[in-house]
């Protein structure tokens, strides 16, 4: 009983080491094809794979991550007017939305609904192209699956995710405006302007650094679960489903790391 | 024909886990000739043209492609390796999202700077080889089972390779789209100095296209010989093969007890 108990834990922690170990080889790979992707070398396919890609992972999520920012800033204005109004202090709403959606929300929603819509949809796409023997065909073509496949999106994803960032800022602090509006009778030039006064461009900056490394964990960690599907097309279920789960996990850990180190020094 | 070895395994070991697929498997292959590779399921013949492509590293062992031990060198001069060979996947393994001409045309686009029209017609006069001409512009989901192995045949042969391998051209295709892939193989055979590979358990094509027959049984290698050497065999295995004899089913009914409640 206890010996399996012992076991199990040192299965899984094996498991962990080797998974990171892995996607640690892989990201290398990647770091080494992104630099090979240079306007001058490479194929002119790898470019138009690479703006398509964009316009997936970025573009198309533009609405959705607009609008679920906007809620949310909305949700944080009402969540912190119900206790500063308590001090009578309900224009502090403003800068409490501003900061917490640029230093932290404004990444990580973004980051999870890139997940849920592209992180996903890399597993699955890679997986199902592991099943049908085109990543292998990839090989004997002599073209390196992490070159042809991942780095693309992995370009892709480093540029969008700051954009899609910024767009998340801007709509979720617009959501606090609206609030604002409504119970301070505040317009939105003054709420505006208050923003303006109490962010800092640390602030913003963070976030954005927050938003890049979650962008490199969705590609990674999609890809590599895409390329570690074997057997049929149960395995690219599972594939998915575990790319959505590993990457949150991930990003709430990078998060956590990143607002950590950034309150130890830089403040 | 030449009689050189173009491709020589040498005592190729391989497994997954604990289960060994190839026990001390050596073949020689010659340019120029087609070399068909037979066996039963689970024989390890596919295991074999796997690790012939580099897609799998055997355990020992190696593998002489062009003087180059593909089992050890590098990455690099394993893509060079690559290069001079085309392969056609059991499962066609065209890339879904890419019209037929764009799975054809992918080799050429990638691996060379010819302009964009070349590759056109280049990709065209590949497609009219394997008899699709017309269907450049679909997408591989658009195609038969039959035309898409056709299609994959056409792309393994875009960078006009040394060598081309097939794995199981007939498996799935009707006995009719499967004779068209014979002589699809036969006319490729005549038409250039290719060497060509094919793996497959379906007799009828194997003495159809064969110049040399090698018969992979448990991992290990049983005979390699022209067709007349084959037939002429008298390895219980092969004949059991040839003529089509089920395995003995083991009647021992106490094993099998004990086998049932164990």
Redesign the interface.
């Given at each position: 009983m206890a010996n399996s108990f012992f076991e199990n834990i040192g299965r899984s922690v094996i498991e962990g080491v080797e998974y990171l170990g892995g996607l640690t080889i892989q990201f290398g790979r990647g770091a080494v094809g992104v630099t090979r992707l240079n306007p001058w070398r490479a194929?002119?396919?790898r470019w138009k794979t690479t703006v398509r890609q964009a316009a997936i992972v970025g573009v198309e999520a533009l609405p959705v991550v607009c609008l679920i920012a906007g809620f949310v800033g909305l949700i944080m204005a009402l969540q912190g007017a119900y206790e500063l109004k308590k001090f009578g202090a309900l224009h502090f709403v403003v800068s409490l939305v501003g900061v917490s959606i640029t230093r932290e929300l404004g990444p990580l929603m973004t980051a999870i609904i890139v997940v849920g819509r592209s992180g996903s949809s890399f597993a699955a796409e890679i997986g199902t192209?592991s099943v049908?023997?085109?990543v292998?065909?990839l090989?004997?073509?002599?073209?390196?699956p992490v070159d042809?496949l991942l780095v693309p999106k992995f370009v892709a994803m480093l540029v969008m995710m700051p954009c899609l960032t910024i767009a998340a800022d801007t709509a979720g602090i617009l959501g606090g405006a609206a609030f604002t509006w409504m119970s301070l009778g505040m317009g939105l030039r003054a709420y505006l302007s208050t923003t303006v006064e109490v962010l800092l461009l640390r602030d913003i900056v963070t976030g954005l650094i927050k938003s890049l490394a979650f962008g490199m964990i969705i590609v990674q960690v999609g890809c590599f679960e895409g390329f570690k599907v074997r057997g049929g097309p149960e395995g690219v279920g599972r594939a998915t489903t575990k790319a959505v789960v590993q990457s949150i996990f991930l990003i709430i850990v990078a998060d956590l790391a990143f607002t950590a180190f950034f309150y130890v020094f830089w403040s | 024909m030449s009689g050189e070895a173009i491709i020589q395994v040498r005592n190729l070991i391989t497994g997954y886990g604990t289960r060994t697929i190839l026990n001390g498997l050596s073949l020689d292959i010659l340019a120029g000739e087609t070399m068909v590779i037979l066996g039963g399921s689970g024989s390890g013949k596919s295991t074999l043209l796997r690790n012939i492509v580099g897609l799998e590293r055997p355990t020992s062992g190696e593998i002489l492609i062009k003087g180059v031990d593909i089992t050890r060198c590098s990455r690099r001069e394993l893509d060079e390796v690559r290069k001079s060979m085309g392969m056609s996947f059991q499962g066609s393994a065209l890339f879904n999202s890419m019209t037929i001409g764009d799975n054809v045309g992918l080799p050429l686009r990638e691996h060379t700077k010819l302009a964009e029209s070349t590759i056109k017609v280049m990709t065209r006069i590949k497609l009219e080889q394997v008899g699709l001409a017309p269907c450049e512009n679909y997408l591989p989901s658009q195609l038969s089972g039959g035309m898409k192995k056709r299609a994959a045949v056409a792309r393994a042969l875009a960078m006009d390779p040394e060598i081309l391998l097939f794995d199981e051209p007939s498996a799935g295709l009707d006995p009719i789209v499967a004779a068209g892939m014979d002589d699809l193989i036969l006319n490729l055979k005549r038409a250039f100095q290719m060497t060509i590979i094919v793996v497959t358990h379906e007799m009828a094509s194997a003495f159809l296209i064969a110049d040399r027959v090698a018969m992979v049984d448990k991992g290990r290698l049983l005979t390699v010989g022209t067709l007349e050497e084959l037939q002429k065999s008298e390895n219980p295995r092969v004949r059991q093969f040839l003529d089509r004899v089920p395995d003995a089913v083991s009647t021992d009914e106490q094993a099998f007890l004990e086998r049932l409640v164990r």
């Open positions: 194929s002119p396919l192209m049908t023997e085109e292998d065909a090989r004997v073509m002599a073209l390196e042809f | -």
